[in-house]
């Protein structure tokens, strides 16, 4: 696998490919070795969905949870949900990572970070993260129009667009669209 499941890797992908919501999990799991059921969820499901197997997708929550618990914590406390994920316990369901809509209509409550940053965030913390991610003053402005408007999945095809030099094939309706549209771009 091309992640080679590690951490790293998966900075180096999430700053390249990675959807403005995945983007924004991936880099406060990597920060705080933490993530919250609501991440876990959206962001288990998104690296399943790239191909990551069980073992790979335990692998890298298993090397962040563990700067902070001890292996047999981790276990007991957090391996449940990746596997339950990938359908080995529980319901035996094979779920489906999340699309836009879904994710665009959950509750985020504060302190939460799962969610559609074009949605949730506020206008300041949208700015910031926008500039923060190297986007261009009149980049951002054309983003928060569109965020003003409610246009979110369209605000996410133009940072598409504005990250890339190049539009997406269609509006980005599922972060892992995104991951494979730029993909096709970058690879
Ligand atoms: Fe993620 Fe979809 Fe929001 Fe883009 S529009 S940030 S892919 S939830």
Redesign the pocket.
């Known amino acids: 696998n091309k992640f080679s499941v590690k951490g790293e890797f998966l900075d180096y992908y999430s700053k390249k490919q990675f959807?403005?919501?995945?983007r924004h999990i991936h880099q406060i799991f990597r920060s705080t070795h933490h993530m919250k059921h609501g991440c876990r969820l959206q962001y288990g499901l998104f690296l399943k969905g790239l191909g990551l197997t069980l073992e790979e997708c335990l692998k890298v929550w298993r090397d962040e949870f563990t700067k902070l618990v001890d292996d047999n914590t981790f276990e007991k406390k957090y391996s449940y949900i990746v596997r339950h994920q990938h359908g080995k316990v529980g319901g035996m369901i094979q779920y489906k990572p999340?699309?836009?809509m879904k994710?665009?209509t959950s509750n985020v409550g504060s302190g939460e970070h799962h969610?559609?940053?074009?949605?949730h965030f506020d206008a300041t913390q949208l700015r910031q993260k926008l500039l923060e991610y190297g986007l261009s003053g009149t980049g951002i402005e054309e983003i928060m129009n569109l965020v003003k408007d409610t246009h979110?999945?369209i605000?996410?095809?133009k940072?598409?667009e504005l990250v890339h030099h190049k539009p997406s094939k269609s509006v980005?309706?599922?972060?892992n669209?995104?991951f494979d549209e730029s993909n096709e771009i970058l690879n």
Not at 115 to 119: A, E, M, R, T, Y
Not at 172 to 175: E, F, M
């Open positions: 959807p403005l919501c995945m999340y699309n836009c994710i665009i969610g559609c940053p074009f949605k979110y999945q605000a996410c095809t940072y598409f980005i309706n599922h972060p669209q995104y």
